[in-house]
Structure formats: structure tokens, C-alpha cells
């Protein structure tokens, strides 16, 4: 789930494995949707984190095909592409697809073999992917990975940066302004913050701060900073389910 930079009150989101390659932006007024875009050229093959960023005025999505269970996948891909400045539908859904030229394939490798992921977020600081793998009840990596400057044949690699005492990792986000990060389980959340001296490697490296009890959820594996940076929406997968909205002290 991510928060739209283009349409008011609304959150970007996609289908699990085996969903057709569809993005759903969602009203959070009323639940309604406002608007889908189908991907051509692609597959969802186990689509799991979606997260948005800005680069020289431009909005942009990117969803990462990362969950890999049984760890057996060579590649994995991020599809990232100009998130669109909708005009009023007049109260209809509004029904888009993008060819293969209206979009990015960003693939890529981990520098030590194969991994489950469900968590993707985009450092506006250092310009970079971080992601944050799932390793049941072993520790988490933590992996960074840039933007190709032109070269997108040849995967990019995404570097080891160390790891995170966090088991079950299901999503991660970080605020507009780089300075605030989440990573949640399935039950309880954890939020860090950056110093002025500080990069995100450095922080994730450190012990964990208390953690933030979640509201129980069916398989809560979403979470987006609201543009203030100062709270978070939760959600989970299934239909009709409810999205929280926890602060940074766990209030809800």
C-alpha cells in the first residue's frame, strides 16, 4: 500500500501471487475505487510491496515482485512507472493501461543468493531501494539497491547491508522526508528515526526500539506513512477489511 502524491486521500494498491498485474488506487473516504492501471508485459508473479517517490517533480510507483517462499528464484523485478495526475471521472472508475514503454522492468539479484521479501521503500535521501527480507524466525537482511543509470538488460544487484532482528518482516515504508521508517510484522511495528548524521544502514544496524503493538489483523502485510510523516496506515490482505492508522507512539 502506498500513499498517492497525485490524487487527495487515496492509497495505491495491488493483488498477491498470482493476481492479474493491476494496480487499484483506493479511496479513503469511502473505499471506492477510483482508478486501476494494468501493466502490459508483465506477470504478477508474487507481487508484495508497493511504495512511491518524487524525482525532479515527478511522481512515481514501483511494485516489487520480490516474495520468492520456497527461495529458489534467480531474479526478481520492481516495475516502476510515472504515477498518472487523474482528471475527475464524474463518480466512474477511471481504467488505464500501460504498454510495455510506459513502464520501467528493474531487475535484479541479491548479492548472496535467493530471498523471500515482502518489504520495499524508497530512501529519498540517498536516492536507493532498501528492502528487507523475510526470513521466518531468523533475522532479517537488509539490502540496498540504486537506480541503473542506463543499463537494464544486465540485473542489478542488490547489496547485503547487514541485518535486523526482526522475524516475519511483512512491509516497510519510509516518510516523504526521509527522516522516519516502519518495518511491521505481523503483529507489532517497529518505527526508527534519522539523525543528522545518521543513513538508514547505520540506524537498522542499531538495537531495535520498542515496538508498537498492531491492531490483530487476518495477514496484515501493508503499511504507508501519510505525507506528514507522523503516522502510518496498516492494512491486511481479504476483502472488506479495515486500514488503521497508528502514530509514531502507537496511538491509534
Not at 475527475?88 to 500501460?98: M, R
Not at 522516519?180 to 511495528?189: E, N, P, V
Request: glycine letters at 8%; hydrophobic letters at 35%.
Amino acid at each position: 500500500m502506498s500513499y498517492s502524491r497525485n490524487t487527495p486521500n487515496a492509497v495505491w494498491t495491488h493483488n498477491d501471487s498470482g493476481g492479474t498485474p493491476v494496480l487499484y488506487l483506493i479511496s479513503l473516504e469511502n473505499g471506492s475505487l477510483l482508478a486501476t492501471i494494468e501493466l502490459d508485459g508483465t506477470i504478477n508473479r508474487d507481487w508484495e510491496d508497493i511504495t512511491s517517490f518524487e524525482i525532479d517533480g515527478i511522481a512515481y510507483l514501483a511494485v516489487g515482485d520480490i516474495g520468492d517462499n520456497s527461495r529458489k528464484r534467480e531474479k526478481y523485478q520492481i516495475c516502476i512507472l510515472k504515477e498518472p495526475i487523474l482528471e475527475d471521472p464524474g463518480g466512474k472508475s477511471i481504467q488505464l493501461k500501460f504498454s510495455e514503454e510506459d513502464w520501467v522492468d528493474l531487475r535484479f539479484r541479491y548479492s548472496d543468493g535467493s530471498h523471500n521479501c515482502e518489504a520495499l521503500a524508497w530512501d529519498p535521501l540517498e536516492k536507493q531501494f532498501l528492502l528487507v527480507t523475510k526470513a521466518g524466525s531468523q533475522k532479517a537482511g537488509l539490502y540496498t539497491l540504486g537506480l541503473p543509470a542506463t543499463d537494464l538488460e544486465t540485473p542489478a544487484v542488490a547489496a547485503k547491508q547487514g541485518e535486523i532482528d526482526i522475524q516475519n518482516v511483512s512491509a516497510m515504508d519510509i516518510s516523504r522526508d526521509g527522516t522516519a521508517l516502519m518495518i511491521r510484522a505481523y503483529d507489532a511495528g517497529y518505527f526508527f528515526s534519522l539523525g543528522a548524521a545518521d543513513d538508514w544502514k547505520e540506524v537498522l544496524r542499531q538495537p531495535l526500539p520498542d515496538y508498537v503493538e498492531l491492531p490483530v489483523q487476518i495477514q496484515g502485510e501493508s503499511a504507508c506513512f501519510l505525507p506528514d510523516g507522523k503516522s502510518v496506515l496498516i492494512a491486511t490482505e481479504k476483502k472488506k477489511q479495515p486500514i488503521f492508522r497508528i502514530w509514531m507512539d502507537g496511538s491509534q
